[in-house]
């Protein structure tokens, strides 16, 4: 656990972010709704917010859902990206330690070729991301830039490039490590990377970059500011 982390009256938690990296899953079929089982949440907490980040590749693209337990999560994407969607979503969830996550998309036309999900255990009373970013697709080196962050806090990306299965470079300006938790190729053309930063400066602004030998690259973050 983070250290400095405190306790209220009756356990629940306050105070500097804690983030664990539960579970992941890959699936290449061509279909319109992706579900993955049982993939683990963490440990229940009434401070609990269980936060996907995914990848997406079709043709076409208006938006998608993502639900996790059954129940609708916020989900954070830029529907212009097209054919690589890197996206995040997120929801309270403070009872159990599995939960089936299903992305469905919104257009029902040309099948998607390919998903893929992450999963975080954030333990946090918030109820959004204090900040989000997106960089859609492009063939060039990528940045989020002007991430808040504090000491306490966490930084969260979801990366996908849709035409280089090589591993990215990933940079963050600020002092804390970025703790990469998937960076994999993915059929032979694809790479899905997501990771996060736990924060220790006391306030500041920074920027999260990309690159990969062959660009079509995408971003989404959150951060998290305790």
């Known amino acids: 656990m983070f250290a400095g982390h405190k306790l209220r009256a009756g356990g629940a938690y306050y105070g500097p972010t804690v983030t664990t990296f539960t579970d992941s899953g890959i699936d290449t079929a061509n279909s319109n709704s992706y579900t993955f089982s049982a993939l683990s949440i963490g440990t229940a907490d009434a401070d609990r917010m269980v936060v996907v ?44 330690t599995t939960a089936d996550v299903v992305v469905t998309r919104v257009y029902t036309g040309n099948n998607p070729q390919f998903c893929a999900v992450q999963v975080y255990s954030v333990i946090t009373t918030k109820s959004a991301p204090d900040e989000i970013g997106f960089v859609i697709p492009v063939n060039a080196a990528i940045t989020v830039t002007d991430l808040p962050v504090k ?76």
């Not at 990377?193 to 306030?203: L, V």
């Open 53 to 96: 980040t995914g990848q997406y590749a079709q043709g076409s693209q208006t938006g998608i859902t993502v639900t996790i337990g059954g129940v609708s999560a916020t989900v954070i994407l830029d529907a212009a990206a097209n054919a690589q969607i890197p996206f995040v979503a997120y929801l309270k969830v403070a009872t159990g």
């Open 151 to 226: 000491r306490g806090g966490v930084v969260i990306y979801s990366f996908y490039n849709n035409a280089d299965p090589a591993a990215p470079t990933i940079t963050w300006t600020g002092i804390d490590s970025i703790t990469s938790d998937v960076d994999t190729a993915a059929e032979t053309t694809r790479r899905v990377a997501s990771g996060h930063i736990q924060t220790t400066e006391t306030s500041a602004i920074r920027d999260l970059s990309a690159a990969d030998g062959l660009a079509n690259q995408g971003f989404c973050v959150v951060t998290f500011i305790a």
